[in-house]
């Protein structure tokens, strides 16, 4: 009955080599976010999708993208992936603004 | 720009017990939405609480209750009667009723429970 799906669980990756981590809803939300958490921070958001509009965080590196291909599916992708890159990313889902996000089981990304 | 703070990193509670968990928050605006998230070692993040700014009532979910004060912007979080269960990190969190869709996280506290 998961309704945010993260694949992988676990992804480790080369330095430099790019990465792609996957995000599924069976929610319909027509929001959908990545954030990134590294140990004993709070979650700092990437960007987020508003149906199919995406909102980049300013200090959002240029080696993060995203797509987005339908309301259920969401991407991150990491074109170059740094040891600083190495965290846990959270893809949380949001229908309307007075409701908090459902998150995901999240994907840790080691660097090697 | 808003900003959530949990000045506690750690805190231990003996089984059975009552642990209140501290947030305050900065903003300028009037009407916005308050959550405790809770996660558990390698589990997910889920939604413990929440609270509408424009409610004076405290918010309460079976042992969850909070502490809200608008004007002194504190937003609380008590759990009575703790459990080996409730032993996660708890994210205070904060966002907007007017604008933008993100939420703001605080930096989290770990909660121990002692058996």
């Known amino acids: 009955d998961a309704m945010v799906i993260q694949n992988p669980r676990y992804q480790v990756t080369q330095f430099g080599k790019p990465v792609t981590l996957s995000c599924s809803q069976t929610?319909?939300?027509?929001?959908m976010y990545w954030y990134q958490q590294k140990s004993s921070q709070a979650p700092k958001l990437l960007f987020h999708?508003?149906?199919?509009?995406?909102?980049n965080e300013a200090d959002t590196p240029d080696n993060f993208q995203s797509r987005r291909p339908n309301t259920s599916f969401c991407f991150l992708d990491i074109r170059s992936p740094g040891l600083g890159d190495a965290a846990m990313y959270l893809c949380?889902?949001?229908?309307?603004?007075?409701?908090?996000?459902?998150f995901g089981s999240g994907t840790r990304l080691t660097v090697v | 720009a808003q900003t959530v703070t949990q000045s506690q990193p750690e805190m231990s509670v003996q089984e059975a017990e009552t642990v209140t968990l501290s947030c305050t928050y900065d903003t300028s605006e009037s009407d916005y939405y308050l959550f405790w998230y809770k996660q558990p070692p390698s589990r997910q993040m889920i939604l413990v609480i929440r609270?509408?700014?424009?409610?004076?009532q405290n918010a309460t979910e079976n042992r969850f209750s909070v502490n809200f004060q608008k004007a002194a912007k504190s937003f609380s979080l008590k759990i009575s009667d703790s459990q080996l269960g409730d032993a996660a990190m708890y994210f205070c969190a904060y966002r907007s009723f007017y604008r933008d869709d993100k939420i703001i996280f605080g930096k989290g506290t770990r909660l121990h429970i002692l058996p």
């Open positions: 949380a889902t949001s229908l309307t603004r007075d409701y908090g996000y459902t």
């Open positions: 929610l319909n939300h027509n929001v």
């Open positions: 609270q509408e700014a424009y409610k004076q």
């Open positions: 999708y508003y149906d199919k509009d995406f909102n």
